[in-house]
C-alpha cells in the first residue's frame, strides 16, 4: 500500500528584520516561529521542524524548548528538529528530551538526527572536530539501543559504558519516530538502513534527481538487510508567492545575504542572480507561485519516490509577515495542487 505524501516545513529561526528594517531581537524571532507553527498546524501542515545553531544569524539554539511551547498551542501538526546535531550531544539527554516533547505533545514529537552543516557547537560544547566522524556513529549507536526502551547495556569508545539502565521517561507511543539526516554521504544512506530508521534527504542545491543513486542505495541495503524500507523524506529551501515574478524579487535579497555570510565562511564566491535563477529552473530551490512550486514538489516526489516533503521556509532576514504568507499560500494552495498532479499521474 502506498503512503500518502506528507508535508512539512523547516526553519533555523532566521533572525528576521522588524518594519524598521532592523534586525528582531532573538527573543522576538522565536516567539514569531511559534506563531508560524500555529498557523502550519491551522492550515493542515502535516510537520514543522526546527533546527540546532548557536550563531548569531539563527536564533533557536535549543529545539526541544521551542517544540514544547509550539505543542502547547497547536492540536496536530507533528513536531520535530531539523536536525539535531547528535555529534556534540549527549544521546540520552536528547532522548529524555524528545520524550518529553512528545508527551507534552500526546504523541507528536519526531527528532532528525545529523551532523549538520555547521561547526559550531563542537568548541561550545567542548568536542573536538577530529573525531566528526566516530563521535556521530558511536553516539547514533547508543541512540538506537534508546529506542527500543529496554534495559541498555551498551559498551563504545567516548563514553562509560551503561549496564542494564533504564531511561526516563519513555515515549508513550513507542518508538520515538526518529529520521537520519543525509546530506550526500553514501554511507550515511547505508547506516540509516543497518538501524532500520527513516531517511531525510537534505537537498539544498543541484537538481533533485542527482540523489537518486542514494534512494537505490536505500532500497538496496533494505534488500540486504532482509526489511521492508523505511520512508523518505526531502528537505529543500523555498518561498512561495502569488506569482513567480513577485517570489524570486521577494525572496533574492535575503537568499544573497544569507548565502553570501556562510559563503564566506567556506570560501564561496558572492553568489550571483544567474545562480539563483539557475537554481529556481533546474535547481532544489522550491520559489514561485503556487502552481509552479507545486509543479516543482510533484517533480521531485515523482523522480526520488519520496513519502515526505519539508519546505525549508526560512531564508536570511525575509520579514516575519512574508513567511506567513508563505507558509499560508504552502498550505492552502500548493499542498492541494501536489496531491492533484500527482493523482493525475497515477490515473
Known amino acids: ?19 524598521d ?43 526541544e524548548v521551542v517544540l514544547a511551547a509550539m505543542a502547547a498551542r497547536t492540536q496536530r501538526i507533528r513536531l520535530g528538529s531539523a536536525v539535531t546535531v547528535l555529534s556534540s550531544d549527549d544521546p540520552i539527554r536528547v532522548f529524555q528530551r524528545f ?36 563521535l556521530f556513529e558511536e553516539k547514533l549507536d547508543l541512540f538506537a539501543a534508546l529506542l527500543k526502551q529496554e534495559p541498555v547495556t551498551w559498551e563504545g569508545k567516548l563514553r562509560p559504558p551503561l549496564r542494564n539502565q533504564l531511561v526516563y521517561p519513555p515515549a508513550e507511543k513507542a518508538p520515538l519516530k526518529t529520521w ?16 532500520d530508521l527513516p531517511l531525510m534527504l537534505a537537498i539544498i542545491g ?28 526531502v528537505h529543500s529551501p523555498g518561498y512561495v508567492a502569488d ?38 529552473d533546474h535547481g532544489s530551490l522550491y520559489v514561485g507561485s503556487p502552481q509552479t512550486v507545486a509543479r516543482k514538489i510533484a517533480a521531485t516526489v515523482e523522480a526520488l519516490g519520496v513519502a515526505r516533503f519539508q519546505l525549508k521556509y526560512s531564508a536570511g532576514p525575509m520579514p516575519h509577515d512574508k ?17 492533484e498532479m500527482l493523482a493525475d499521474k497515477a490515473a
Open 323 to 339: 513567511l506567513m504568507r508563505s507558509i499560508e499560500l504552502y498550505g492552502s494552495k500548493v499542498m492541494p495542487l501536489v496531491r
Open 206 to 233: 543541484g537538481d533533485p534527481r542527482r540523489f537518486a543513486p542514494y534512494v537505490d542505495l536505500h532500497h538496496r541495503a533494505y534488500q540486504q538487510f532482509g526489511r521492508p524500507a523505511q520512508p523518505i523524506g
Open 1 to 19: 500500500m502506498t503512503r500518502p505524501l506528507e508535508f512539512g516545513l523547516d526553519t533555523f529561526g532566521d533572525v528576521t528584520r522588524g518594519p
Open 243 to 280: 506569482t513567480d515574478e513577485q517570489a524570486r524579487e521577494e525572496l533574492w535579497p535575503h537568499y544573497k545575504l544569507m548565502r553570501d555570510r556562510i559563503g564566506k565562511e567556506r570560501g564561496w564566491p558572492p553568489m550571483g542572480r544567474d545562480e539563483f535563477v539557475r537554481e529556481a
Open 99 to 134: 520524550a518529553t516533547v512528545d508527551a507534552a505533545s500526546s504523541g507528536r514529537a519526531e527528532v532528525i538526527l545529523g551532523r549538520g552543516s555547521f561547526t559550531e557547537s563542537f568548541p561550545l560544547f567542548g568536542f573536538d572536530l577530529g573525531q566528526y566522524e566516530e
Open 180 to 195: 537520519i539526516g543525509v546530506g550526500g554521504s553514501p554511507e550515511s544512506v547505508v547506516r540509516a538502513a543497518h538501524y
Open 21 to 63: 528594517g532592523q534586525p528582531l531581537a532573538h527573543a522576538q524571532v522565536i516567539r514569531n516561529v511559534i506563531d508560524e507553527a500555529v498557523l502550519a498546524d491551522q492550515l493542515g501542515i502535516d510537520f514543522i521542524g526546527v533546527g540546532e545553531h548557536h550563531r548569531a544569524d539563527f536564533a533557536i539554539s535549543a529545539p
